[in-house]
Nanobody, 123 residues
């Protein structure tokens, strides 16, 4: 079973960039498809971005397309979310997610979750 730990969150100003990392342990990282979700105050957790086990396929929510980039380094057991042009609507707790890769890639469903990390964007 994989364990996930997010890092890199914090308080930034609108327009600033920020990079989140998700370190995986306890299992072979390259077996897992990975994703990022976020939960804003008073709202449900929503999908942000996904990457398949090899890194060859990515998928983004419309709200972040063109601003956020998901990537992974299987040698370092780490997933990343590069966030550019941040705005106050991006303020949320960001969660790293994982699931064992299957033949058919479903970028929206995951079995394992990190604890989450706060990202706050001030105007």
């Amino acid at each position: 079973q994989v364990q996930l730990a997010e890092s890199g969150g914090g308080l930034v100003q609108a327009g600033d960039p920020l990079r989140l990392s998700c370190a995986a342990s306890g299992s072979t990282f390259s077996r897992y498809d990975m994703g990022w979700f976020r939960q804003a105050p008073g709202k449900e957790r929503v999908f942000v971005a996904a990457i398949n086990w090899s890194g060859e396929r990515t998928y983004y929510a419309n709200s972040v397309k063109g601003r956020f980039t998901i990537s992974r380094d299987n040698a370092k057991n780490t997933e990343y979310l590069q966030m550019n042009s941040l705005n106050p609507e991006d303020t949320a707790v960001y969660y790293c997610a994982a699931k064992v890769a299957r033949t058919v890639w479903n970028p929206l469903q995951y079995d394992y979750w990190g604890q989450g990390i706060q990202v706050t964007v001030s105007s």
